[in-house]
Nanobody, 126 residues
Framework: QVQLVESGGASVQAGGSLRLSCAVSGSSISTLCMGWFRQAPGKEREAVAVINARGRGQYQDTMEGRVAISNDNAKNALYLLMNSLRPEDTAMYYC????????????????????WGQGTQVTVTS
């Protein structure tokens, strides 16, 4: 079983930056497709970005160009760097893993991912 623990969420002003981290245990990220998702109150959970075991990232249109997903095999961790944050980026951000894909990322759909962290809150004020 994969355990995921997010950190790094905070309250920031519009235009600011944040780096989210996800500590992974129970499995090596070299065998997982990993992703960052977010969910704002009253809205569905949506993908921000995913990354395969080889470190290739894919981005959802919403934040593309303002975020960078990365992983660190030595630390077994996942990261999300977010720049030029906007108030509409306010949400709970979740780390997720797909254990069944053999490290490939086939989809940005939340239903594809079977392991989830508890989330870290990002609030962007204007």
């Amino acid at each position: 079983q994969v355990q995921l623990v997010e950190s790094g969420g905070a309250s920031v002003q519009a235009g600011g930056s944040l780096r989210l981290s996800c500590a992974v245990s129970g499995s090596s990220i070299s065998t997982l497709c990993m992703g960052w998702f977010r969910q704002a109150p009253g809205k569905e959970r949506e993908a921000v970005a995913v990354i395969n075991a080889r470190g290739r990232g894919q981005y959802q249109d919403t934040m593309e160009g303002r975020v960078a997903i990365s992983n660190d095999n030595a630390k077994n961790a996942l990261y999300l760097l977010m720049n030029s944050l906007r108030p509409e980026d306010t949400a709970m951000y979740y780390c997720a893993a797909d254990r069944r894909s053999g490290g490939y990322c086939y989809s940005l759909r939340a239903s594809t991912f079977d392991s989830w962290g508890q989330g870290t809150q990002v609030t962007v004020t204007s």
